[in-house]
């Protein structure tokens, strides 16, 4: 948390309440490894520079904060969701009326036409699984539950990042 409240210090944004997620699926024992977690903890350091201090940030629960916002929200939420749903699935649990104000719920992750992106690392499960994407793979109770949550539900898959142009390979004119 402290390198969330050193990021938001340098790019000098206050008032912003943060929500801590959980640290574990909804059921299960999958996990990101540690490296990508403390990799995207230190925004990538040393790639990014953060300020040694930073004013403190609101603090509490994500699936909380969610709940609040949809809740506080004068018109439907679209839901952007680009990592796990456990957050997600644990706000609907917390307060199953919040569905009423969803107008989407964007999702990215799954592997549908193509192999799926936990070979990527070398050891078990991740270099077994051949099928599995991270994003559903960590927590897969908690996607059925976003899916099955009776809204519209986009799902942008792995494969949608498959044929994405490399900056590199487009020619200037």
Known sequence: MNNLERMLGRLEVSGIPVGIGRPDPLAGNNAF????????DTFW????QLPDTAPPVEKRSAAELIVETIKESPEPVAILATGTLTNIAEALRLDPSIISNISVVQIMGGAVFVPGNLTVLPDPPFSTNTVGEFNIWVDPLAAIQALLSKKCVGWTNICATYSLVKAENIKQN
């Open 33 to 40: 490894p540690e490296f990508i977690r403390d990799g995207a």
């Open 45 to 48: 350091s040393p790639f990014v």
